[in-house]
């Protein structure tokens, strides 16, 4: 196969090699001197249908080109203008080649044989004609001749004249889809996207470069990165293409509205053989070493591909019979919850377990509505989730555990969970309550030391749950007159002036009794003196009887009698000492008061002297008499 | 002696001259407030005042009873009778605080002097009795410490006696004076509650005048003066106008 092409190839190349001796023989770095070629080649015989390239090659730098008058074909493309230019230098000698060339994409329409005039460019403004081609076209006999190897379309598109040999891939080779199991879903629901890749060529590698964002939606990715990826064959428009899923998603749309998923752009290394020439020209030969069985040139090529972009329209949940506690749970589920135990001591931990199985947004459910009883400590429940993921979405349970304790004993109650959700099946909310649980907490044995630890951190503000008034008075308490009021009032007077009047009786009394008391004391005052005076009378009389004992009583009496009367001193307190203080308040002089305890000394001391006792008691009775008199004329 | 036997019998008579009766009866309403029957409760405490009888914690246990049958004029009445018997005491404050929390008319009240704010409340600490009582007993002190500085021949005690026996006077004065005070707030502040459900504040002492603003049952108003069958009144935030009589009950 591509036998004739590659002859015609040689001789390009042939004249190539003439002009790049030219070149060298010439020496000179310009390509002047160097025959100037257009050169037009195509294949000789092509079939109906069958999609070929003309080319025109031109060894210089050409301006202007004027394509043939093409009849009996299709132009598919062109004319495509491609330059390759080399510079080399060879022992010392730089040498330098240009090459324009300019190609068509034709296709055989009908059969016969049909001639290509002259095409014409101008360099350096000589114009240059090339030759004439003729081609026969023939009837498509099924693959004997034209192409059959390398496939159709594309695969040719890219192929030039030149040297390069590797191959390329059309458009067609491989591509990649996205599909949605459901373009209209509700909110909540979930939908399956996949990613498909389409392909007549074999894949090397696949790296997604960018993934689609998913915004609006909560993803979950059904496969795993490294899974391999499942082949099927798939024969589309006649052809066969090996499919694979690369990407395969469940979307659960999160609002709702007309939301836009971006497409999936993956690069991907096809391999592709590379058409290496003989140059043998024999078609046989030829044929031979481009078999696939001989494949060992094999390219890898890269390509860039994208996919589609879906849309979906997401339908809102509707708002008749929404429950309040609804939390976004779309899909269709079964709800259980268990209690571990239901008596306990306190200070132990006790679960509640909810389950939640079924078909549906399943980890879009974070938590349930569960009410504790107060004083419990809880904890943030630990979710499990066991998701299966099927080609038609996401199932599984996922498992809320609750873990409490009472701290307190006594008798409490958890209040039914609800798990409300929207039954797709039913296309109505579904409500599914647990039973309420009753706990019988009793005193655990390790209280003391448990609420110990907890003590210091446990303390919390008090939670004021009402308000209300304070209760009744219940105790016996004291009734009044009505209107009644002490202030003011009789007895209120009377407490007060009753005490005033018996403060003043009392203050009456108390003044009158001392100045009688006082009035005693005058009296006695006054009639000191005529009692002493008395008394030393009457002991002059017993001085004359010499009545010796009787004359000192009297004395001794006139004297201290005199003293107690005249200064209130008590008898029993009568004392030299006591009379000395008494007579020194009067401010009695120091000498007259030294007179009077002499003559009071004397008295006792002459009473029982021996001597002359008339003599004596003469004396005596002077010194008495003196002193007193004294005395009293100090004091006043 | 005979005359201090005829005083500690009015002074008893002041506190204990009941009979076994009202006390039952005050009983009886205790345990039917207990119980919730409030209607009860409210029928025994007012045959009890019917009888001619009164006590703060008789008004306040009324209070209650009316506040549990949703009653709001008639506890906030019967609480703020209560609280002219014993000022200052701390479960009727709370309680007519409650009350006063559920009626409607939320009123601001003008700001007071502060020294004014403080002699009041010092003039609350005991009720007008109470005060009285003080004042007597520091009068007998006084007495009892002149008495001091009469008999007593040492000279420190008549010190003793004679600073103490002013001091115990100037006290017993002060708390008579505080006493009168009080007692001159209570008669002079004639007080009453507003009973009508919803009642409009008129300009003048006649239907057709103009209305002013609108209180509601429960609240309380100052009376200021009053011409047939109308009342003028200040409510708490100094706003002043009339209102029949019929719709308000005096404290």
Known sequence: MGGKYAIMNTGSRMLFFLSWILLVLFSAGRVQGQEIQLTGSARSTVAVGETFTLTYTLNAQGAGFRGPNIQGFEVLSGPNTSTSSSIRSINGRTSMTITYTYTYLLQATREGSFDIPAASVSVDRKTFTSNTLNIKVVKNAGGSSGASGHGSGGTQGGRNAGESGAGSIGAGDVYVKAFASNANPLQGEGIVVTY???????????????????????????????????????????????????????????????????????????????????????????????????????????????????????????????????????????????????????????????????????????????????????????????????????????????????????????????????????????????????????????????????????????????????????????????????????????????????????????????????????????????????????????????????????????????????????????????????????????????????????????????GEKNVNMERIYNEALEIISKIERELK | MKRLVLLIGIVFSAFGGYSAGEQELVVRGNKAYSAGAYTDAVNSYKKVIALGWESPELYYNLGNAFFKLNDLPNAVLWYERAKRLAPGNEDIDYNLKVANGKIADKIEPLPEMFYKRWYFSLVQLFSVDGWAWIGVIFFLLALCSAMVYFAARVLIFRKIGFWSSLATLALALFFFLFAWSGYRSIQSAREAIVFTPTITVKSSPDDKSTDLFVVHEGTKVRLLDNISGWYEIRIANGSVGWLPASSLEQI
């Open chain 1, 196 to 610: 498909k890749i389409f392909t007549k060529v074999p894949i090397a590698q696949i790296n997604i470069s960018k993934l689609s964002s998913f915004s609006g939606f909560w993803s979950q990715n059904l496969m795993k990165e490294n899974d391999k990826l499942q082949q099927t064959t798939q024969v589309i428009n006649g052809e066969q293409y090996v499919v694979a899923d690369i990407r395969k998603i469940a979307l659960f749309p999160l609002k709702s509205g007309r939301l836009v998923i971006d497409p999936l752009e993956l690069e991907c290394i096809a391999q592709v053989r590379k058409q290496t020439r003989t140059r043998t020209g024999d078609p046989f030969f030829d044929d031979f070493f481009n078999d696939s069985f001989f494949s060992s040139n094999i390219a890898n090529v890269e390509k860039n591909l994208k996919s589609n972009p879906l849309v979906i329209t997401v339908q809102p949940l509707p708002e008749s019979g929404k429950p309040l506690d609804f939390s976004g749970a779309v899909g269709s589920f079964t709800f259980q919850s268990e209690l571990d135990k239901t008596r306990l001591k306190s200070n132990e931990a006790v679960n509640l377990k909810c389950t939640i199985t079924g078909q549906g947004n399943l980890q879009l459910i974070d938590k349930l509505g569960v009410t504790f009883p107060p004083d419990f400590e809880t904890y943030d429940p630990k979710v499990t989730s066991d998701i299966k993921t099927t080609a038609t979405g996401v199932s599984g349970t996922q498992t809320f555990e609750y873990l409490m304790i009472p701290r307190k004993p006594g008798q409490f109650t958890i209040k039914p969970i609800n798990f409300t959700y929207f039954d797709i099946g039913k296309k109505r909310y579904v409500t599914i309550s647990s039973p309420a649980y009753n706990l019988t907490v009793e005193k655990g044995t390790g209280d003391g030391t448990a609420m110990v630890t907890y003590s210091g951190s446990g303390k919390e503000d008090i939670q004021y749950i009402g308000s209300d008034i304070r209760h009744i008075k219940d105790k016996r308490f004291p009734l009044s007159v009505k209107g009644y009021r002490f202030f003011g009032s009789t007895a209120f007077w009377l407490l007060l002036a009753i005490p005033l009047l018996l403060f003043i009786v009392f203050l009456l009394l108390w003044r009158k009794l001392a100045a009688r008391r006082s009035d005693a004391q005058l009296m006695k005052n006054l009639k000191a003196t005529k009692i002493a005076k008395k008394r030393l009378a009457k002991a002059d009389q017993y001085r004359k009887a010499s009545d010796q004992e009787a004359f000192y009583v009297e004395i001794s009496q006139a004297l201290w009698g005199y003293l107690s009367d005249k200064f209130s001193i008590p008898v029993a307190e009568l004392s030299i000492d006591s009379v000395q203080e008494a007579l020194q308040k009067k401010d009695v002089k120091e000498a007259i008061i030294h007179q009077f305890i002499d003559t009071l000394n004397n008295t006792e001391f002459t009473r029982f002297a021996p």
